[in-house]
């Protein structure tokens, strides 16, 4: 009977001598002091706007030291809400791993469209409306709108998301429009190849230029625009076998379903 007591007393002692040993060793074998930094960078685009340069000058800016910096003096929180603000960065998440390695992990805007303002301003509208300045170090391969663009433009700030548009709406800009029409054509897989050229005539007349060929595509307002876009990749696709596109200035899409070719004089 004595026996079974120790047996099960041993039972209940040994797990908790054990979790305390690892405890101990864990706690011993711990890092102190930062021993390295490790930075990734995620995006769900092709397009580049910033690399772990960019963030470890983020980090520089909060403390010129990180390397040998002891873990409980290190302004962890402070790093965390530098790169947080930075108008590239979308999200990010901080911590500091056991063997001292401050791990970074950024997730960049995606460039949705380049704007060009009729003062010559410079921005870049990424994918959830954010406005943000054009990179410095990096190309980007997205649509370009210029033109009569005179809404002020305010970095940091996001546009309205229009998720359904007629030519009644109101209270909408050009560049709440622009940022429409650019959603619209990145999804359209037709479009997205064909136009990286928007001109913006006035609030409610935008054209639309082809990579290849001198065409313009007069689009009127943004209503209906998935038709619109649908209409002229059909008609580029039928197109190319009954004429020479070359004989044609124009196409004309403001009243859909029709595509009105306009032929040189």
Known sequence: MKHKKWLIALSIILPIIIIIGWLVIRDRSAATSISRIKININTADTNKI?????????????????IGVMIEDFPLDKVYQTIKKSNYVENVLCNIKLDGTLKIDVWARCPLLHIIANNGYECII???????PVPKKYKLYIP???????????IGSKLKNIKSYTYESKDFTELDKLYYLAKNIKNDEVAK????????????SFYL???????????????????????????????QHISDISNFVG????????????KQL
Do not use: C
């Open 144 to 154: 370009v709108a210029y033109g009569n663009i005179n809404t002020k433009v305010q």
């Open 251 to 262: 196409f004309d899409l403001r009243v859909p379903p029709q595509v009105i070719a306009i």
């Open 50 to 66: 910033i690399d772990s340069t960019y963030v470890l000058d983020l980090i520089y800016q909060v403390t010129p030291r990180v």
């Open 126 to 132: 990424d994918t959830s409306g954010f406005i943000m």
């Open 209 to 239: 230029y082809p990579i290849v060929g001198n065409q313009y595509i007069r689009l009127g307002d943004v209503d209906q625009i998935d038709d619109k876009l649908k209409n002229i990749s059909i008609f580029y696709h039928n197109i």
């Open 193 to 204: 190849l064909l136009f990286w050229d928007i001109y913006v005539e006035n609030q409610k």
